[in-house]
């Protein structure tokens, strides 16, 4: 027997046994080796060429962990971005401000990546390869960009929370009227 028939059959048992009816388990394999070999590449690109990123202080950390957030939440949720994600998804509705909710379509490779994509916890990880890479070969460009887009994702917390606040200190009678207007 070949090997690539005992691959397909291996693969199809294993999907058969997973029980998920829209074959994304299959999609996954090559987002999986996709990220590998990027992951990869960049290390022996920065192996073989010396750019290797600086240790991460602390505040180093806040920074690209309140970047990637934002990145993940830009791409998987903004509206603006919805084209982005069009031909993966279907538009469910509003989710929150400035944020849409969406259903994944498709089969297989078509579906896994809609759930990357509409995911912003799927994107992460590719956010933030994206950012140790951008540390490794332009250190201070990535810098400044991590550093926007924590201000970004610290403005949205803001928003919310004055939002939050400013809805607690309202008379009741006045919210229930712009809840009617």
Do not use: N
Not at 13 to 36: H, I, M, S, T
Not at 79 to 94: E, K, M
Not at 146 to 153: C, F, R, W
Request: net charge neutral.
């Amino acid at each position: 027997m070949a090997v690539r028939s005992i691959v397909q059959q291996t693969t199809r048992r294993v999907e058969a046994d997973y029980r998920r009816d829209d074959r994304a388990l299959r999609g996954y394999v090559p987002l999986l080796l996709a990220f590998a070999s990027a992951a990869g590449a960049v290390a022996g690109a920065a192996r073989l060429s010396g750019h290797r990123p600086d240790p991460l202080t602390p505040w180093d950390l806040v920074t690209m962990s309140l970047a990637t957030h934002k990145v993940g939440r830009l791409i998987a949720k903004d509206a603006v971005t919805s084209p982005l994600r069009a031909p993966f998804a279907r538009f469910q509705g509003a989710a929150g401000d400035a944020e849409v909710q969406e259903e994944v379509a498709g089969h297989g490779a078509h579906k896994a990546l809609g759930e990357l994509v509409t995911c912003p916890f799927c994107i992460g990880p590719w956010a933030a390869l994206t950012l140790v890479s951008g540390r490794s070969f332009a250190p201070a460009l990535t810098r400044v960009v991590e550093g926007g887009l924590s201000a970004v994702a610290l403005a949205d917390f803001l928003q919310l929370a004055y939002a939050t606040a400013q809805q607690r200190t309202e008379p009741p009678e006045q919210r229930e009227q712009q809840a009617e207007g």
